[in-house]
């Protein structure tokens, strides 16, 4: 009987002693929607923020000033469907593009700052969009047909700790 208090608080003292796991807060702080990821949109890196939960995407880009030259923020849908976004409270103008579950850019338009007039797709098959500072996309050379690296969306959407494939097959 001795010996199996002995070996039980042995047991317990170890179990005491261990660490928590760093893995966790790092995890934590990777997951946040402020991290931004390398996307390729066409032949051009960029840097994305992704807006997954219904939080996240009406908050979007608001109170935004300013965005540094290839940063920008995909919102992430899991079905198909036409878009609309507004510009409330987004003090900057900003380039959408409206793109397919297979990555392809199907438009681009542009949204004037603070307007409240929404922006639809014409397309009812977009799965995500990107938003990037105004003009981005011409300036960049990216286009309507260019694809968006969604082998990069899906280890972004896993970082943040989503199922990716709910969002890009």
Same mark, same amino acid.
């Given at each position: 009987m001795l010996r199996l208090s002995l070996l039980l608080g042995v047991f317990a003292l170890t179990a005491c002693d261990r660490q928590p796991a760093p893995a966790a807060a790092a995890t934590s702080e990777e997951a946040s929607v402020e991290v931004r990821f390398p996307v390729r949109q066409g032949s051009v890196g960029t840097r994305l923020r992704l807006a997954v939960t219904d939080l996240e995407k009406s908050r979007g880009l608001m109170g935004t000033a300013k965005l540094p030259e290839g940063e920008g923020m995909a919102f992430m849908y899991e079905s198909d469907t036409q878009m609309r976004f507004w510009m409330k409270d987004t003090p900057l103008d900003l380039d959408i593009a409206f793109?397919?579950?297979? /990555?392809?850019?199907?438009?681009?338009?542009?949204? %004037? @700052?603070?307007? =409240? *007039?929404?922006?639809?797709?014409?397309?009812?098959?977009?799965?995500?969009?990107?938003?990037?500072?105004?003009?981005?996309?011409?300036?960049?050379?990216?286009?309507? /047909?260019?694809?968006?690296?969604?082998?990069?969306? %899906? @280890?972004?959407? =896993? *970082?943040?700790?989503?199922?990716?494939?709910?969002?890009?097959?």
């Open positions: 793109v397919s579950a297979e /990555g392809v850019i199907l438009e681009v338009k542009t949204m %004037r @700052a603070g307007d =409240t *007039a929404t922006t639809t797709s014409s397309s009812d098959k977009i799965r995500f969009t990107v938003e990037m500072a105004s003009g981005w996309y011409a300036r960049a050379g990216v286009k309507i /047909g260019d694809k968006v690296d969604i082998v990069a969306l %899906r @280890a972004a959407l =896993t *970082a943040r700790g989503f199922q990716a494939k709910r969002y890009v097959p």
